[in-house]
């Protein structure tokens, strides 16, 4: 299992691979396998990748 982040919104999920979707702002946007920073999306995490809950999805 590995731990996704959307590079849109920074929503962090456990996939074994990554969606064609981002569940969270619903486009095919990039994920980055963050699985050795989280260990534990909950606890521990990075504040510099947790994502933000008042983080907008950016379109480019
Ligand atoms: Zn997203």
Redesign the pocket.
Known sequence: MNTWK??????QFKSEAPPE???????A?S?LDVTVYTPDIHEGADNRIKPKPDSA?IHK
């Open positions: 959307c590079e849109q919104c920074g929503y979707k981002c569940p969270a702002c619903h486009v946007c994920f999805p």
